[in-house]
């Protein structure tokens, strides 16, 4: 793999159809201040993710960051991080659903739940039946996603007013801490690097992808958030389809079916890439001991791992019907994800030799840990899932094998 193609792996990881919707909740969380949440977590992501890239260049492993908190932390923390890996899925799909769904519903007048249940239906069906989305394809529907937002920030951007941050943080400090805790969301992924480290023909070419997605990020998220906040002003946290509104403003009424349509495909390509990753994850978490062993089966190369798969579908379903609210799922979704960071950039601290890697890792978890806790209420989620890992996985196994 050169840099080229990593960089596009990389930014396949953290930019993500929550892009299409994060903004609206930011600025109803924040205000115009949310631009400092935004600004915050795109100086977290800098320490993050070099730290993940020199760990992949160091120790190269496709377990990612379970396998180094395996190694660094031993097998309760494995467990736990798998855990919060796994049950990031259900909550993350179903708000990636729910996301297309809104545009659908913004586009062509049909119910948003139904046009969710239909996205994570076809999904669902699509990877039973062995249909994933190409890796080709992936990277189309990768570069789709940049375009919307560049063409969004570009067309908009003129009619950015500066009267549209003012009042500029009408919920304070509070309010930014909030929004920072649903845009988690967008900054997830970094560990990408550490699974795609066995890949690269060359190292460095790691850390040279990692350094243009920094770039590409950077310019990307702060051009959306300010020219979300600058070209709708109030109607910024109400709207529930905050690209749409941009691009209407930018090209006129016509946008909008247009827009509709493309977010079908970027959720459809993204829902159905996580739940062909999260079937075989959960079968390769059972053939560890971290789930029952008959989850393991169809995990082997050329298979469908049905079990896992109907595991998933099972625990989508109730998270669609009795919390299908997008913020609270984007929240608890990224609390897990934060959770599985930290982990990783801490285990970093050991792994890496001491000089300006260590460093960076220490500046990474420190970081991490200002970041989780912004997450709040939130925290229950992995705190829950963390016990059910320990007490299942770890602890009862062993009182079983002790007697």
């Known amino acids: 793999m050169g840099a080229g193609q990593g960089t596009a792996m990389l930014l396949g990881g953290v930019l993500g159809p929550g892009m299409l919707v994060l903004p609206q909740l930011a600025a109803a969380a924040a205000g115009p201040a949310s631009v400092l949440a935004w600004a915050g977590l795109l100086a977290l992501s800098v320490p993050v993710a070099l730290t993940f890239a020199a760990l992949g260049a160091r120790h190269p492993d496709g377990g990612g960051v379970a396998a180094f908190a395996a190694r660094t932390f031993g097998p309760r923390w494995a467990a736990m991080t798998g855990w919060w890996f796994y049950g990031a899925v259900p909550l993350g799909t179903v708000a990636a659903a729910l996301v297309g769904g809104g545009y659908v519903a913004d586009a062509f007048g049909v119910d948003r739940m139904a046009a969710a249940a239909a996205l994570l239906a076809a999904a669902f069906l699509a990877n039973a039946a062995g249909l994933r989305t190409s890796g080709r394809l992936q990277l189309a529907l990768l570069g789709g996603l940049v375009a919307l937002l560049a063409a969004a920030v570009v067309t908009a951007a003129p009619h950015a007013e500066a009267t549209s941050f003012t009042p500029f943080a009408p919920y304070g400090a509070a309010g930014v801490a909030s929004a920072a805790g649903v845009l988690l969301f967008a900054f997830v992924g970094w560990e990408a690097a550490s699974h795609l480290s066995a890949e690269f023909a060359d190292r460095r070419g790691l850390v040279r992808a990692t350094a243009v997605a920094l770039v590409v990020i950077i310019v990307l998220y702060l051009g959306v958030c300010l020219t979300t906040i600058g070209v709708l002003g109030d109607r910024a946290g109400t709207t529930a389809v905050p690209l749409a509104a941009l691009l209407e403003i930018g090209f006129g009424p016509g946008a909008r079916p247009v827009t509709g349509a493309v977010a079908v495909l970027l959720t459809f390509g993204a829902i159905n890439t996580y739940i062909a990753g999260a079937s075989r994850l959960g079968a390769a978490m059972a053939r560890t001991g971290a789930l029952p062993g008959w989850f393991a089966s169809g995990g082997e190369p050329g298979r469908t791992p049905l079990r896992s798969l109907?595991?998933?579908?099972?625990?989508?379903?109730?998270?669609?019907?009795?919390?299908?609210?997008?913020?609270?799922?984007?929240?608890?979704?990224?609390?897990?994800?934060?959770?599985?960071?930290?982990?990783?950039?801490?285990?970093?601290?050991?792994?890496?030799?001491?000089g300006r890697q260590r460093a960076t890792a220490v500046a990474a978890t420190a970081l991490s840990a200002v970041s989780l806790a912004c997450c709040g209420f939130y925290l229950l989620v992995p705190a829950t899932l963390g016990l059910l890992a320990t007490v299942l996985v770890v602890e009862l196994p062993r009182r079983l094998l002790s007697r």
């Not at 625990?315 to 009795?322: E, G, I, M, N, T």
């Not at 994800?337 to 930290?342: D, E, H, K, Q, S």
Request: proline share 4%.
């Open 310 to 354: 109907a595991l998933l579908a099972a625990l989508s379903v109730p998270v669609l019907f009795l919390a299908g609210d997008l913020d609270v799922l984007m929240r608890a979704t990224a609390a897990c994800l934060a959770a599985v960071t930290t982990v990783g950039v801490a285990a970093a601290v050991r792994l890496l030799p001491a």
